[in-house]
């Protein structure tokens, strides 16, 4: 069974670094590439973009490149997603999900959900 | 780049049948087949309903139907059951840098 697992919800003070992670079993995780999904309270799904952790190619949505960054460990199939200087603007659910090809970009299993909370 | 556009809510009574329009433009939705359709419970992970415009995966019920015509995608719910009370989002490959884009979700009442 294809599982992703998530790291569990965060609570972060502006100017604070994060970095969440999102371990995937029950599949070749290398060989898939894996989506992250903003949520913001209350609001619709936001693709961030895709790594694949095979080779750690990335694609960013331009509306996130330089804001987060991606990465990925394949020898413990686990993926992450980093801030560097959180925002408010951060405090959101996010979501990995297993997109199983980059140029048909459907996402067939998800993680349970990381809530992140960026308050003073 | 803007979201697809979904109405932000559709309801309907046990046993009908309702649809969800989800309007893009030539360079995603009518350019493409490349169209997915979520399901959101409340407080939980989407789910993956629609792939690839049509195509269910495996355990997703025959009541869910995608189709498309010209810029606009629909999904197509049959037998309309309590269980279906959800948030639904339409997804689509988009030839911009943006890759990806979601509609605003629409959320379902049975009545």
């Known amino acids: 069974e294809v599982q992703l697992v998530q790291s569990g919800a965060e609570s972060k003070k502006p100017g604070e670094s994060l970095k969440i992670s999102c371990q995937g079993s029950?599949?070749?995780?290398?060989?898939?590439?894996i989506a992250w999904v903003r949520q913001m309270p209350g609001k619709g799904l936001e693709w961030m973009g895709v790594i694949y952790p095979g080779d750690s190619n990335i694609k960013y949505n331009p509306s996130f490149q330089g804001q987060v960054t991606f990465s990925a460990d394949r020898a413990i199939s686990t993926a992450y997603l980093q801030w560097r200087s959180l925002k408010a603007s951060d405090s959101a659910m996010y979501y990995c999900a297993r997109q199983p090809f980059y140029g048909d970009p459907y996402s067939d299993s998800w993680g349970q959900g990381t809530l992140v909370t960026v308050s003073s | 780049q803007s979201a697809l556009t979904q109405p932000a809510s559709v309801s309907g009574s046990p046993g009908q049948s309702i649809t969800i329009p989800c309007t893009g433009s030539s360079g995603d939705i009518g350019g493409y087949n490349y169209v997915s359709w979520y399901q959101q419970q409340s407080g939980k992970a989407p789910q993956l309903l629609i792939f690839d415009l049509n195509k269910r995966p495996s355990g997703v019920s025959d009541r869910f139907s995608g189709s498309k015509s010209d810029n606009t995608a629909s999904l197509t719910i049959s037998g309309l059951q309590a269980a279906d009370e959800a948030t639904y989002y339409c997804?689509?490959?988009?030839?911009?840098?943006?890759?990806?884009?979601f509609g605003g979700g629409t959320k379902v009442t049975v009545l």
């Open positions: 997804s689509s490959y988009t030839n911009t840098r943006t890759f990806v884009l």
């Open positions: 029950g599949y070749n995780f290398a060989a898939n590439w």
